[in-house]
């Protein structure tokens, strides 16, 4: 029994041990860091399939963030996806429906589809994923905001120009108010924010666009930039 034990415990603590190596895999990672990442992932994939009943609940989805952030980081999109779903299906099994790590799951798997220009694949799990962390965390939670940010991008990829505004401003109202204008995820938000009115000018919709302040106050920065027809 003291042997079966002590196993038990090994193989937990080795899950356990490649979590922190799983968050270590950067979101977008450089070519460096994918070479530097390259000898770990066979322990990744094996703390996801082999050692995945051994690890903490709270753990359970990052082995498969990491494999998917390092083939996504290549564009390697065909090896991420698999990993992707497995993470999906395996945090829905033994966390049920409604975690936020089925919601990040969800988010992931709609982002890699949205990369490889799979809109129609994408845009229920978008949705499912902000549905389901707005019930789990309110509406003015950053992570919800991330969902709203993540599909109007989604809609801004299909010219949804006029679906993607709102969903743009209530992002970066919920980032401003909770996160701060300076941090990072509040500039990745409005940096989107005003990648998207670049784009709307570039299609000759501006006039579209609503009236609200910060629309129409990047909106003169974007135009003031941009070369004269």
Sequence with gaps: MGGGGGA??????????MVPVAQQVPQTPTRDQILAATAVIPHLAEAATTWQRWLEDES?????????????GQGAYGQAEPWQQMGLVVTRDRLG???????????NLAYLYRLQGRY?????????????????????????????NNLAG??????RYGEAEPLYLRAISVVYQRLGKNHPNTQTVLGNFVGFLQSVVAAGQAPMLSDHPVTQALLQQVQGQSPPS
């Design 60 to 72: 359970l989805i990052w082995p498969f963030i990491g494999l998917w952030r390092f083939y996504r």
């Design 97 to 107: 429906d409604d975690h936020p790590a089925v919601a990040a799951s969800l988010n």
């Design 154 to 159: 989604l809609y801004r990829s299909q010219g």
């Design 8 to 17: 038990e415990g090994l193989k937990r603590a080795y899950g356990q041990a």
């Design 120 to 148: 129609g694949e994408a845009e229920p799990l978008h949705r499912d994923a902000l549905t389901l962390r707005q019930r789990l965390l309110g509406d003015e939670h950053p992570d919800v905001a991330g969902s709203m």
